[in-house]
């Protein structure tokens, strides 16, 4: 079985800015209304703690997304992963993506389409 | 200081095996940016751009883009793009009657109103009105002051309250450009290049740079320094995305800036905590200086900017003791009647602790070397077509005898009363008006647009250039001229305008422009050929050609030696920083060490400010209209308004034709705390008012906790291309138009400086 790729997100790094659902309308070429990744908000309110703000930015892949297999044949990387400001999308094999973020330990999420 | 390039980097051109060419440029404007030059490849088939995406060779964007550059197709090939030249007769101004025309016709329109005007209204009676930051600044003052032959170029925003009082005090207090943060743009190996020093601390003072990108700065450089350690201290009103990622959050009252800049420089000047050293060898007039600080102490700093005492202390004591921190000021500070003497403040602060110009501190720059209107902050080594203007109307150009520091420094008019002007034809009628990249009566920039647009109706004839037909040009234009975008002409953005070190990009023209579409070179070259030939015809001027100005303009670029085709065919040549230039006499025109001031040093103690009749020390002035300075509004407008934070999805007024960026942010949205907001009855999402002594507008409600009770934060720059155009409707440009409520002429001492971000206010469901 072919093994299983997808993205690793860096939710705490990730500045809402959109480019990933840009990029990625760009890519698939999809009409208004209709995203291959969508960027979902987390927050932001305050904490128990005074002064604390939850607040995170959840990208998230849909049926649309095929990993930019296209793209990827031709030896680069995800439209959504080359653009993104905060460089807080990598693109690699599932197994690879959930050590890294094991290593990071904090506010990451793995996405399969 | 020396330049480097990538050797591995692909080529200019690559033609790909579907003949696909595929072109590498760097963005700048039209449509509306920056300039930070981010790096682009253009897929082009058949001489149709097909894709854009983001160039992995770009040494510090590195294949990243922003939204607007992601959906730049839409503006390249939108329907509404303005594709000739066209003209109105002006009884139907407000009216959908344009006519196109040539562009014979239009020039010679251009020439026979400006000579009727003259000769009717005299000699500087007319006025050229300019936007911010994009490209269009380059060529401004060709048209203003050699092709029009006036001195009455006016950037419209009350009290220029943009970057001009920040460089206003780089310039006067240290003779020197403007600081800002080192991040390492400049170096091969950027944030890990071994001779960079990664901040401890990043001290950011009302900015939010992930959006905005400031004068050619690269606001996601800071998400890279934060990765690898950088600590950032936030100031600003607002509990935005960067300040849940700070170490220190400062979150002032709106507008009492100096307050806690006073409370800072008081802790480490009482606790002494400066840098004795850099203070002795570099500082004049500390003593004074620190006198006046004496009269600011903590406790009052902490009651004035409902920041607390002991959160003031501990930062103070952060900016003291580590090192590196770097600075990095925002449009807050010019945005206040107080401005001059916050940034005063700010610049004392990376004095007092040794931060300027080391790496990974706050680098002080050159003079800016853009062609951006003669003035003080421009070096003059270009071959520029003089300015046929007598001394009669330099020394009438308006406002500057009530603002001397203007003709010093930015050699302009004075937006304020230049409105007032035109109101009153006193001291004498304006009748002829440009209106370059700019949409004046768009809440965007002028305060109390209404008045300008009433004001404007006055005009004679009034021509405009740009890429799409905005409110302004519907209300009040009579020729309006279209533009090429950025992928249609050649250029080259340099960061801080040619201050600072880093990428100088080349803006390459990829395709031929659409329809009959000019650049802003093109229209000055033939214009200043037809209107001033004796000037423009010289062989070696600078308007010879588009390569000629580039040429002679990179030329003054500090330490660069390249010319345009060298700069084109490498797509970025970075230049190196030049650290302690104080101490290796780069900053003074004679060679020697300091810097280029009488004193040699940084004025703390400012003699041009005293020169000019001005404080030569920093004060503190209370929002004029709050709750403390105006008791008797507080009960009637309890609120305290802010404006101008900035969007993802577009450039002040512009971008608001682009379904996908409108499907990102599709209107104006007011930020409102859901304690305030329960207190009125308002739900999120309701259409609210907002409203103040001097006017009042809609927008939706936004509930957030990232607004304190007491205030509210106000979207700027909402018009809505998709509504009827025609007067009184003008796009829906009065609806959401947030700039009625700010007040004009309000300004600072040196007529810098306005009130845009903290107003009185009072708000109530619209269907009340």
Not at chain 1, 44 to 67: A, D, Q, R
Not at chain 2, 252 to 260: E, S, V, W, Y
């Amino acid at each position: 079985m072919a093994e299983q790729y997808g993205l690793l997100i860096d939710n705490y790094w990730c500045t809402g800015c959109h480019s990933c659902e840009v990029a990625c309308k760009n890519e698939r070429n999809l009409p208004l209304g209709q995203w291959g990744i969508k960027l979902l908000e987390l927050g932001p309110w305050e904490k128990m703690e005074k002064g604390k703000f939850e607040h995170k930015y959840i990208p998230t892949v849909t049926s649309y997304c095929n990993l930019c297999e296209d793209r990827v044949a031709k030896g680069g990387v995800p439209s959504c992963v080359l653009h993104c400001l905060a460089s807080a999308i990598e693109y690699g094999p599932v197994g690879e993506l959930a050590q890294k973020l094991a290593d990071r330990g904090k506010a990451s999420s793995i996405v399969v389409p | 200081m020396s330049t480097f390039y990538s050797e591995s980097a692909a080529p200019q051109k690559q033609v790909l095996e579907d003949g696909t060419e595929v072109y590498r440029t760097c963005a700048w404007s039209p449509p509306g940016c920056h300039g930070v030059g981010c790096g682009l490849r253009a897929f082009v088939k058949d001489g149709t751009i097909v894709k854009i995406e983001g160039d992995p060779d770009h040494p510090i964007t590195k294949g990243r883009l922003c939204v607007r550059c992601l959906s730049l197709l839409e503006v390249q090939y939108h329907p509404d793009r303005l594709l000739y030249p066209m003209k109105r007769d002006p009884k139907d101004r407000g009216k959908d009657k344009w006519e196109r025309i040539t562009w014979d016709e239009a020039y010679d329109l251009i020439e026979s109103e400006t000579g009727k005007c003259k000769e009717k209204w005299g000699a500087n009676s007319l006025t050229y009105l300019s936007g911010t930051g994009r490209e269009g600044g380059r060529y401004m003052r060709a048209i203003s002051s050699r092709i029009l032959a006036t001195s009455n170029e006016c950037y419209t925003q009350s009290g220029f309250s943009c970057m001009a009082p920040r460089d206003t005090v780089c310039s006067c207090i240290a003779g020197a450009g403007y600081i800002e943060y080192d991040y390492a743009n400049g170096l091969p190996g950027t944030y890990d290049d071994p001779e960079y020093e990664l901040p401890k601390y990043l001290l950011m003072w009302g900015r939010d740079p992930l959006r905005s990108n400031p004068d050619g700065t690269w606001g996601h450089s800071i998400i890279e320094m934060m990765k690898r350690g950088t600590k950032l201290i936030n100031v600003d009103p607002r509990m935005n995305w960067l300040s849940t990622r700070s170490e220190y959050v400062m979150q002032l009252r709106p507008g009492t800036d100096n307050a806690l800049a006073f409370g800072l420089l008081w802790v480490i000047i009482h606790e002494d905590l400066y840098d004795h050293d850099f203070v002795d060898k570099w500082v004049y007039g500390f003593d004074e200086f620190k006198e006046r600080v004496d009269e600011y102490p903590l406790d009052w700093a902490a009651e004035v900017s409902g920041v607390p005492a002991e959160l003031i202390r501990t930062v103070a004591h952060c900016l003291a003791k580590e090192k590196p921190v770097g600075l990095y000021m925002g449009l807050a500070t010019d945005q206040n009647p107080n401005g001059v003497s916050i940034v005063h403040n700010l610049y004392a602060l990376a004095a007092l602790t040794g931060n300027l110009d080391i790496p990974g501190g706050t680098n002080v720059g050159y003079t800016i070397t853009l062609d951006f209107g003669q003035s003080k902050f421009c070096s003059q080594a270009d071959k520029l077509p003089p300015a046929p203007l007598t001394q009669e109307q330099r020394e009438s150009t308006i406002g500057i005898k009530k603002y001397p520091i203007y003709p010093l420094l930015v050699n302009k008019a004075v937006p304020d009363e230049l409105l007032n002007t035109l109101e009153t034809d006193e001291p004498y009628p304006i009748r002829f008006c440009w209106v370059g990249h700019t949409n004046p009566i768009a809440p965007t920039n002028s305060a109390q647009p209404n008045r300008w647009h009433k004001a404007l109706k006055k005009m004679d004839f009034t021509v405009a250039a740009d890429i799409f037909m905005n409110p302004t040009h519907m209300a009040l234009v009579d020729l309006l001229l279209p533009l090429t975008t950025f992928l249609e002409h050649d250029g080259y953005t340099v960061p801080l305008m040619g201050e600072h070190p880093g990428p100088v990009a080349a803006m390459i023209k990829v395709i031929e422009p659409l329809g009959e579409c000019k650049s802003e070179f093109q229209i000055a070259h033939e214009l200043g050929l037809r209107m001033q030939p004796e000037y423009f015809a010289a062989p070696g001027n600078k308007y010879e050609s588009s390569e000629e100005y580039l040429n002679q303009d990179l030329s003054k670029v500090v330490g660069f030696d390249h010319t345009w085709q060298e700069l084109k065919e490498k797509v970025v040549i970075t230049r190196r920083p030049d650290y302690k230039k104080y101490e290796r006499g780069l900053l003074r025109p004679d060679g020697e060490p300091g810097f280029n001031t009488t004193t040699g040093k940084i004025e703390l103690y400012c003699l041009t400010f005293a020169a000019i009749g001005g404080d030569p020390l920093p004060v503190y002035e209370e929002p004029r209209f709050s709750a403390y300075a105006k008791p008797e509004w507080a009960e009637e407008y309890p609120l305290i308004l802010t404006t101008g934070a900035r969007d993802w999805a577009s450039f002040h007024s512009e971008h608001r034709q682009v379904a996908t960026l409108r499907e990102i942010k599709n209107g104006p949205l007011v930020e409102i705390n859901p304690k305030t907001a329960e207190k009125y009855g308002i739900r999120h999402g309701d259409m609210v008012v907002l409203e103040n002594p001097w006017g009042a507008c809609q927008m939706q409600a936004k509930l957030t906790p990232i607004v304190t009770e007491d205030v509210i934060s106000a979207d700027h720059g909402w018009w809505f291309p998709e509504e009827d155009g025609e007067e009184p409707n003008l796009f829906g440009v009065w609806k959401a138009n947030i700039n009625l409520l700010v007040p004009h002429n309000e300004i600072g001492p040196f007529g810098f400086g306005a009130l845009y971000k903290s107003l009185p206010c009072k708000i109530y469901r619209a269907d009340n």
